[in-house]
């Protein structure tokens, strides 16, 4: 079994009688599902991270392509109103 240790939160009223209800509708406890959001949250925010570095890395590269801002929103407009028109048949 993975080691734990205690942490306690302050948390708004609404917070705590939502989390009530979702344990009743659950049948899990309040801990396990603090556990599970705190992790879903630690997993997004690594992820995120991740993908700003490497956005970062791949916009600073030597071979780095930027396109201009009027010619991407002209291309994107046509490409729509081509999916209008074939949505429209």
Known sequence: MTPT????IRLP??????L???TH????????????AIEEFIAT???????????????????????DHADVTTS???KIAAARKSSCR
């Open 76 to 78: 994107m407009k046509k």
């Open 20 to 22: 009530d209800e979702i």
């Open 5 to 8: 240790t205690t942490m306690t």
């Open 13 to 18: 009223v609404t917070v705590l009688k939502s």
């Open 45 to 67: 925010q690594e992820w995120q991270g991740q993908a700003i570095e490497e956005a970062v890395r791949a916009a600073t590269a030597p071979d780095a392509v930027f396109h």
């Open 25 to 36: 509708s659950t049948d899990q406890t309040k801990s396990y599902l603090a556990t599970k």
